[in-house]
Nanobody, 125 residues
Framework: HVQLVESGGGSVQAGGSLRLSCASSGSIYDTMCMGWVRQAPGKDREGVAAITPGRGRRYYGDSVKGRFTISRDDAQRTIHLQMNRLEPEDTAIYYC????????????????????WGQGTQVTV
């Protein structure tokens, strides 16, 4: 059964904003590091942002720091990614992910194991 359901994404001009959302089941939301991973054509996976359960400690990829913000909505068991000042280099498929090791290690391993994936949503700048 589906564990992560994404919404948002689309096309926007450079400098614009978009918001992605990812709803999850309670067990995932309450216990796992969740976040967003993107992949552009011909490129490796890139960690965009992650957030821990509970305290909500945040982690960001270097290329999005200061422009993107990840947040949690506990009532909806949903995480959000607010993307501002978008650049053409942000064009990619964005995947919601859960059970990321990023929150424990402090860095994103593009070849590391990820427990759960969303269906992906296209962002075009």
């Amino acid at each position: 059964h589906v564990q992560l359901v994404e919404s948002g994404g689309g096309s926007v001009q450079a400098g614009g904003s978009l918001r992605l959302s990812c709803a999850s089941s309670g067990s995932i939301y309450d216990t796992m590091c969740m976040g967003w991973v993107r992949q552009a054509p011909g490129k490796d996976r890139e960690g965009v942002a992650a957030i821990t359960p509970g305290r909500g400690r945040r982690y960001y990829g270097d290329s999005v720091k200061g422009r993107f913000t990840i947040s949690r909505d506990d009532a909806q068991r949903t995480i959000h990614l607010q993307m501002n000042r978008l650049e053409p280099e942000d064009t990619a498929i964005y995947y919601c992910a859960a059970d990321l090791r990023w929150c424990r290690s402090g860095y994103f391993d593009p070849h590391g194991r990820v427990g759960y994936w969303g269906q992906g949503t296209q962002v075009t700048v």
